[in-house]
């Protein structure tokens, strides 16, 4: 309790971490999802498998590349900078004032970063999210693969190449995530 007696809590860090757990979580689901259409993959050779498998396990490693993208992003290019940065300037403070200050600049780069406030990248982001958990999950949760909707999935994976061209569109426009617009252009997808 010492911490919040010297710096009053921020409804930023709810928004913040709930951001960082959707995308960890997602992350998982990704893992899990390649696992299981690897592990399908190899289990079953025929050709008439193939033909299902081989697309969806493209379009998941597609999206799963993307989502762990955005991960590493907030996770690393985003939290873990400007925390060191945070912790170097809170090393050498030597008042009250200057780390309250320091502190309120810690949560703006997060929010900045992580773009907090920023509607149309916010909206996109959510589409990305669902759409990328309903994809993962429908690989996780059906008993056999042969079983899922491939014209689900392809709507599916449109929606998301869309959200995310999209995304890049508009971060493009306005400034900002440039580590990550250069993660997400990489392969070519976007």
Known sequence: ??????????????????????????????????????????????????NWLDPIHVVSGRIRSAVDYVHKYYSLDVCEVQFSEFKKEVEAC??????????????ERLEE????????????????YVVAMRFFLMILLNDDLADINAVEMEELSVKFD???REFVKVLEEEGGGEELIERLKFNGYY
């Open 162 to 164: 869309e959200a995310v």
């Open 1 to 50: 309790h010492l911490l919040t007696s010297l710096l009053p809590p921020s409804p930023s860090y709810p928004l913040l971490f709930s951001r960082l757990s959707h995308l960890t979580i997602l992350s998982t689901l990704s893992r899990s999802s390649w696992k299981r259409l690897t592990s399908a993959k190899y289990k079953n050779t025929s050709p008439e498998h193939r």
């Open 113 to 128: 970063g992580m773009f907090v406030g920023r509607v149309k990248v916010e909206g996109l982001l959510e589409v990305i």
């Open 94 to 107: 030597k008042s009250y004032e200057r780390m309250y200050g320091l502190h309120v600049r810690f949560l």
